[in-house]
């Protein structure tokens, strides 16, 4: 089955700096990398995601690369606000459309 | 377009009592997942369905653990006689029919088992 990895477990960035969340995965069938966020006490949110005949994708603050070579994908956020504060997954399906999370990503942009 | 719903939005149970999760997918949504997330911890994925079809449940734990997906009404995720262990958010997310994509979650349900 898939395996994701994801690092780092948990990430301080000022405000208006950029974060980066990198997330590897083993299954070289898997062709949808979805991003979430997921707020304390909230459900996870889709904020982006990238198919695999893509290289990148943007979607204003926020942007996902994918290296299907080397198996794997990264979340970019710049100019961070406090409100990106939150836990990021990313997620790889495997053929049978079951997706593997990663262990999440606690991000806190400092003000 | 009403997004996954799912109810109740907290559960508390005693050991030994049974919990009866819902969910009802987004409109035009026909599969369904269940996962589980432990207090700061990941989602584990426990069971993906269709309507009236149970299409991988390699998650879920063989015993006191059911889900189905009837094909009328919402899906439902039972646990039978729970234990204390079972304290965790139950998560729901559709998708559409051509699967392969795109997951949206329900809001959960928060199961505390005294």
């Known amino acids: 089955g898939e395996n994701v990895e994801q690092h780092p477990s948990t990430l301080s960035v000022q405000e208006g700096d950029s974060a980066v969340i990198k997330c590897t995965y083993s299954?070289?069938?898997?062709?949808?990398f979805p991003w979430y966020k997921q707020e304390l006490g909230k459900r996870p949110q889709l904020i982006i995601d990238?198919?695999?005949?893509?290289g990148e994708k943007k979607d204003q603050r926020i942007a996902v690369t994918l290296n299907k070579t080397a198996k794997h994908f990264s979340l970019h956020i710049t100019e961070t606000q406090p409100e990106d504060s939150a836990v990021y997954f990313c997620?790889?399906?495997?053929?049978?459309?079951?997706?593997?999370f990663g262990t999440g990503t606690s991000l806190t942009v400092i003000p | 377009n009403a997004g996954v719903m799912q109810n109740p939005r907290h559960l508390v149970r005693r050991r030994g009592q049974e919990a009866r999760l819902r969910c009802s997918p987004m409109k035009g949504h026909s599969h369904v997942y269940w996962y589980r997330q432990l207090p700061e911890e990941g989602l584990k994925f426990m069971v993906y369905l269709q309507k009236e079809n149970i299409i991988d449940e390699s998650g879920m734990p063989k015993e006191r653990f059911s889900a189905e997906f009837p094909k009328e009404g919402p899906s439902i995720l039972r646990i039978q006689q729970v234990v204390r262990g079972d304290s965790a958010a139950y998560f729901c997310a559709s998708s559409p029919p051509a699967g392969g994509g795109e997951q949206y979650f329900g809001p959960g349900t928060r199961l505390t088992v005294t």
């Open positions: 299954d070289s069938a898997s062709n949808y």
């Open positions: 997620a790889a399906p495997n053929t049978g459309n079951q997706f593997y």
């Open positions: 990238i198919r695999s005949n893509v």
